[in-house]
């Protein structure tokens, strides 16, 4: 029997596919209430980035929805975007771009198969399950052929997922490998059954720096569900466009965004939140996946020591202990995490380079990056928190 030929088709909005279709190849875990693995390339949230205007038209995040269909039934889809800028993604290419424009090239636009401002891993390729297979090559295939028709300088997909990376391999993209900082939970029960497994002196820095936390002089609430309310939103937000500024200059999400997710959203939500008369003086953003916690957003208007740590990252792990999550991904960068209890973690991404000796010299790159990454996983893993086991030289 010959293989069924896979049409590729291109949608600027979501409004032109069904959220069950989507869904079917971005979450087919998710049935009958279950919570979605990754709540990022839901149809809910790439939604609510689309309709609060955080992509599309001035955002440098032009939507490009990649769709494959066998006989009219949606088999597979990517978050592909056109990109006019390097912003929002977390797999710095910007070395790259200067040197190709250095050397007379147009390095943007470019495609990018990613969720836009969300360093967290996941699938890239959404398949529908009895296509994964087949799916996968045709979005794979399909999108370098999309970069190539148009004499675009290059694909990137991040935070693709390492199978994936694996696999695109073997059809002629290149694989990055870079790392973040995630806390594993090994079937703790308490706060307490993880600080037992730290040395002494981390413990004891850990309680000191809860403590002080909690002293600022007010209280810390977590709001999820029916329990986010409007006033939550208002005090985020300006918690959120404070750390934008300062990050990126502006921020990445609108304010529609955060009343869409009121809206939408609010089940995939874990609003971390702290009050001080009277009034809420800090918080950070979590999103709640059916293995995983991710930390997304944090913010403050007044500064009190430790509050960011015990936000940001006690808090996450309480959250994740509670909901018996197996992990807290807290975002990009942040050695400061190692003390904490987060170890470095392999991430992937994936390149393709229109110009042949352009992706030469990417490929020695990364090469080379690779090894380097290697050795630092290796050395801060070394360095980490976690009790030493002794090993009997005997056996």
Same mark, same amino acid.
């Given at each position: 029997?010959?293989?069924?030929?896979?049409?590729?088709?291109?949608?600027?909005?979501?409004?032109?596919?069904?959220?069950? /279709? @989507?869904? &079917?190849?971005?979450?087919?875990?998710?049935? +009958?209430?279950?919570? *979605?693995?990754?709540?990022?390339?839901? !149809? =809910?949230?790439?939604?609510?980035?689309?309709?609060?205007?955080?992509?599309?038209?001035?955002?440098?995040?032009?939507?490009?929805?990649?769709?494959?269909?066998?006989?009219?039934?949606?088999?597979?889809?990517?978050? %592909?975007?056109?990109?006019?800028?390097?912003?929002? +993604?977390?797999?710095?290419?910007?070395?790259?771009?200067?040197?190709?424009?250095?050397?007379?090239?147009?390095?943007?636009?470019?495609?990018?198969?990613?969720?836009?401002?969300?360093?967290?891993?996941? #699938?890239?390729?959404?398949?529908?399950?009895?296509?994964?297979?087949?799916?996968?090559?045709?979005?794979?295939?399909?999108?370098?052929?999309?970069?190539?028709?148009?004499?675009?300088?290059?694909?990137? &997909?991040?935070?693709?997922?390492? /199978?994936?990376?694996?696999?695109?391999?073997?059809?002629?993209?290149?694989?990055?490998?870079?790392?973040?900082?995630?806390?594993?939970? +090994?079937?703790?029960?308490?706060? /307490?059954?993880? %600080?037992?497994?730290?040395?002494?002196?981390? #413990?004891?820095?850990?309680?000191?720096?809860?403590?002080?936390?909690?002293?600022?002089?007010?209280?810390?609430?977590?709001?999820?569900?029916?329990?986010?309310?409007?006033?939550?939103?208002? &005090?985020?937000?300006?918690? !959120?466009?404070?750390?934008?500024?300062?990050?990126?200059?502006?921020?990445?999400?609108?304010?529609?965004?955060?009343?869409?997710?009121?809206?939408? %959203?609010?089940?995939?939500?874990?609003?971390?939140? *702290?009050?001080?008369?009277?009034?809420?003086?800090?918080?950070?953003?979590?999103?709640?996946?059916?293995?995983?916690?991710?930390? #997304?957003?944090?913010?403050?208007? +007044?500064?009190?020591?430790? %509050?960011?740590?015990?936000?940001?990252?006690?808090?996450?792990?309480?959250?994740?202990?509670?909901?018996?999550?197996?992990?807290?991904?807290?975002? *990009?960068?942040?050695?400061?995490?190692?003390?904490?209890?987060?170890?470095?973690?392999?991430? @992937?991404?994936?390149? @393709?380079? #229109?110009?042949?000796?352009? &992706?030469?010299?990417?490929?020695?790159?990364?090469?080379?990056? =690779?090894?380097?990454?290697?050795?630092?996983?290796?050395?801060?893993?070394?360095?980490?928190?976690?009790?030493?086991?002794?090993?009997?030289?005997?056996?």
């Amino acid at each position: 029997m010959s293989e069924q030929q896979v049409e590729i088709r291109i949608i600027q909005s979501l409004s032109e596919i069904d959220a069950a /279709d @989507w869904d &079917a190849c971005a979450c087919p875990d998710a049935v +009958e209430g279950a919570r *979605a693995k990754d709540p990022f390339t839901t !149809y =809910r949230f790439l939604k609510a980035l689309e309709d609060s205007g955080s992509v599309g038209v001035g955002t440098g995040w032009q939507p490009q929805y990649l769709i494959a269909l066998i006989e009219g039934q949606i088999i597979g889809v990517a978050p %592909l975007y056109v990109k006019s800028h390097s912003q929002g +993604e977390y797999i710095f290419d910007h070395s790259w771009a200067h040197a190709y424009e250095n050397a007379g090239g147009r390095y943007y636009p470019k495609l990018q198969i990613a969720v836009p401002h969300t360093p967290a891993t996941g #699938r890239r390729f959404l398949t529908r399950e009895g296509f994964e297979e087949t799916g996968f090559n045709a979005l794979v295939q399909g999108a370098v052929q999309l970069t190539d028709n148009n004499n675009l300088s290059s694909l990137h &997909a991040t935070f693709c997922t390492s /199978d994936e990376a694996a696999r695109a391999e073997s059809l002629g993209m290149m694989a990055r490998k870079t790392q973040q900082f995630h806390w594993r939970n +090994e079937g703790y029960e308490t706060f /307490d059954d993880f %600080l037992a497994t730290l040395s002494s002196r981390k #413990r004891k820095n850990i309680r000191k720096e809860r403590a002080t936390a909690q002293g600022f002089g007010g209280t810390i609430q977590t709001f999820t569900g029916d329990a986010l309310t409007a006033d939550h939103w208002d &005090a985020f937000w300006m918690f !959120y466009q404070d750390t934008g500024a300062r990050k990126w200059g502006q921020p990445y999400l609108t304010r529609a965004f955060f009343d869409i997710a009121q809206e939408t %959203l609010r089940d995939d939500i874990s609003l971390v939140l *702290a009050e001080r008369d009277g009034r809420w003086i800090a918080g950070a953003l979590n999103f709640i996946g059916a293995d995983s916690l991710y930390g #997304r957003y944090w913010g403050c208007i +007044e500064h009190h020591s430790c %509050l960011h740590f015990e936000l940001c990252y006690y808090q996450a792990i309480d959250i994740a202990i509670q909901l018996g999550l197996g992990s807290v991904e807290a975002g *990009a960068q942040g050695e400061h995490k190692l003390a904490r209890g987060y170890l470095p973690t392999p991430t @992937w991404s994936l390149h @393709w380079m #229109r110009d042949q000796g352009f &992706a030469r010299a990417v490929g020695e790159f990364l090469e080379a990056e =690779r090894a380097a990454v290697d050795e630092e996983i290796e050395i801060l893993t070394d360095y980490g928190p976690f009790k030493q086991v002794k090993v009997d030289e005997q056996e």
